[in-house]
């Protein structure tokens, strides 16, 4: 059993806490938010996250798992402290390091020991070095202390299972004893464990959340296309997708990528690409086709209802993608922000995001269920793709909506199917007749 100090208790700190004192460990998760560590402490989550809450509960049972406000509480005694807090843009889509400095200051200023310190949170490739110069600085007694970078790769939605089943465990330092001993907390998870330096594990992790956006830009761009030429998107990544060096995940055409990850940490490698004389001409041709996918969106509905003003959408789905609450970077929010700047008015409803959607949303009517959304539409559109927009009854939606235009921003339905129901189907990268093909045999 080690003991291991979590700082931050977002979706990585509290999944990871929770994980590694479910292996048995003992884990203290520090949050400077006094009213998250209140909640917590009551058994309340602070976010929506399959299967968490019971982890949570079961381990706070046991008495491995405890929260607090302070670092002074948290991190004597224990072996590691994880940094697991946010890392948002800042103003020229460089990485805001302000919340890691606090906390680097906060862990160097409680240390009572050796510590190795786990850089989780999604950090510029160097800061490992800074953290470690940050400590050298301020903590307060002489004993030794490593810094390790251990990206983390789970998505929202399934965080629990991917940290428990990982693809592979990324660990980077100058002190390979040290990123042996973080290996050790692994172990139990048999998954394959990369250990490299510092700076080759940090670029690990932006280099592969910048991969994933380029495939989803990439396959949208295929989309556009498609459209133009009479071909199926779905079933072109289909077919690509069967091709293992190109695999199928992540080849999804739809309104783009979103989230509290994928954007800053595209903006973020381009930045310090940028800044250190490269040419990242490709981050930026992803994040411009991201971009406009938005916008394109709201302008094939402006184009199937003749002008947006005065027009009433319904929106299905808030989340920036299913099985999460998580509204930040979310395209659903992008497209409802295009839709009033035009004057249309906007009723939408998400399974679990509302509560968060209230806070931010202005003039937005959320709905108690879908069908609510549909009632008097002039058009619906798909933002996420929640399992429960794949089962509704579309013959009530049809009887329900004003107009029966259906913009299918995750390609969830079947056109086919759609349009024998007299919906106007328009989708992402499907072709909504054959008229192309005429292109092709002229
Ligand atoms: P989050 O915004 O959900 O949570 C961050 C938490 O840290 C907040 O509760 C905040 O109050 C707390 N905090 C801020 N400063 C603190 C300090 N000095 N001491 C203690 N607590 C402090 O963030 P997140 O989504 O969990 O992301 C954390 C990091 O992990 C980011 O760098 C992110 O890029 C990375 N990451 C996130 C995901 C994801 O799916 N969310 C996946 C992989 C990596």
Redesign the pocket.
């Known amino acids: 059993m080690r003991t291991i100090a979590v ?7 509290l999944v990871t806490g929770t994980c590694f004192a479910d292996l048995g460990n003992r884990a203290v998760c ?4 006094p009213e ?1 560590v209140a909640k917590l402490r009551e058994g309340i989550l ?2 929506y996250e399959p299967g968490l809450e019971e982890l949570v509960h079961r381990n706070v049972r046991a008495g491995r798992l405890s929260f607090t406000s302070d ?1 002074r509480e948290g991190v004597p005694g224990a072996g590691f402290a994880v940094i ?4 948002p843009s800042g103003q020229e889509g460089e990485a805001d390091l302000s ?1 890691v400095r ?2 680097a200051e ?1 862990i160097a200023e409680s240390m009572t020991g050796p510590l190795v310190v786990v850089n ?4 510029p490739i160097g800061t490992g070095d800074w953290v470690a110069s940050i400590i050298e600085r301020k903590r307060q007694v002489p004993d030794a202390f490593a810094v390790v970078s251990n ?6 939605g399934s ?1 629990v299972h991917d940290f428990m089943s990982p693809d592979r465990v990324v660990l980077g330092s100058d002190d390979h004893a040290a990123a042996e001993t973080v290996a050790e907390l692994y172990r139990p998870l048999g998954a394959s464990i990369l250990i490299t330096d510092l700076r080759t594990a940090e670029m690990i ?1 932006y280099a592969s959340n910048a991969f994933l956006a380029t495939k989803v830009s990439f396959i949208n761009e295929i989309a556009a296309i498609c459209e133009q030429l009479g071909a199926d998107v779905k079933e072109v990544a289909r077919g690509m997708g069967m091709d293992r060096r190109i695999g199928a995940a992540f080849l999804e055409a739809g309104i783009g990528w979103g ?3 994928f954007p ?2 595209v903006k973020a490698l381009e930045h310090m690409a940028s800044v250190h004389g490269c040419h990242p001409q490709l981050l930026r041709a992803v994040m411009d086709i991201n971009r406009d996918q938005r916008r394109l969106i709201v302008q094939k509905l402006r184009q199937a209802l003749g002008g947006l003003e005065d027009t009433l959408v319904g929106v299905l789905g808030l989340s920036f993608k299913p099985n999460t609450d ?1 509204l930040r970077e979310s395209p659903a929010l992008e497209i409802i922000h295009l839709l009033q700047h035009e004057r249309a008015r906007v009723q939408a409803y998400d399974p679990v995001a509302m509560p968060g959607a209230a806070k931010v949303l202005r003039g937005v009517t959320l709905c108690e269920d879908p069908y609510l959304v549909a009632q008097g539409a002039d058009a619906l559109i798909v933002t996420t793709e929640w399992n429960e927009f794949k089962q509704l009854d579309m013959r009530r939606i049809r009887e329900l909506v004003r107009r029966p235009v259906l913009l299918d921003g995750r390609n969830i339905y079947d056109p086919a199917a759609m349009r024998a129901l007299d919906f106007v189907y328009i989708g992402v990268g499907r072709a909504a007749g054959n008229s192309s093909r005429s292109l092709i045999s002229a």
């Open positions: 700082v931050g208790t977002g979706y990585v700190g520090i949050d400077t938010d998250r602070p976010f670092c697991a807090v946010g890392t919340y606090a906390a906060a989780k949170s999604t950090m990206p983390e790769f789970m998505r929202e965080a992790k989230g509290s990850c800053k940490d998580d």
